[in-house]
Nanobody, 123 residues
Framework: EVQLVESGGRLVQAGGSLRLSCTASGFTFDDYTIGWFRQAPGKEREKVVCISNSDGSTYYTNRLKGRFTISSDNAKNTVYLQMNSLLPEDTAVYYC????????????????WGQGTQVTVSS
């Protein structure tokens, strides 16, 4: 059974930092692209960043690059999202997603999704 379990979301003040984790099981982690997406209330889901575990390529949404950093620990089957200088507009549910096809993952059409973790940034 494939599972993606996100953790690390919480309430944080603007300007603060958080690190989210996504731990995967049930598939060959090294062969998949893992992505972080987010959805704020009343807004469409958007891609934050994806990482290809096969070659380490990363695919950022440009306006978030610089504050957000993705990394992967293949030994732990875990992908991290380091978020710095958080803004109230970063408030959203953050989802982890995985697909063998990098294009599908980047487009937000990944086969596997986690349940999400809530990040709330107070002003």
């Amino acid at each position: 059974e494939v599972q993606l379990v996100e953790s690390g979301g919480r309430l944080v003040q603007a300007g603060g930092s958080l690190r989210l984790s996504c731990t995967a099981s049930g598939f060959t982690f090294d062969d998949y692209t893992i992505g972080w997406f987010r959805q704020a209330p009343g807004k469409e889901r958007e891609k934050v960043v994806c990482i290809s575990n096969s070659d380490g390529s990363t695919y950022y949404t440009n306006r978030l690059k610089g504050r957000f950093t993705i990394s992967s620990d293949n030994a732990k089957n875990t992908v991290y999202l380091q978020m710095n200088s958080l803004l109230p507009e970063d408030t959203a549910v953050y989802y982890c997603a995985a697909d063998h096809d990098v294009g599908a993952a980047i487009a937000g059409h990944a086969r596997y999704w986690g349940q999400g973790t809530q990040v709330t940034v107070s002003s």
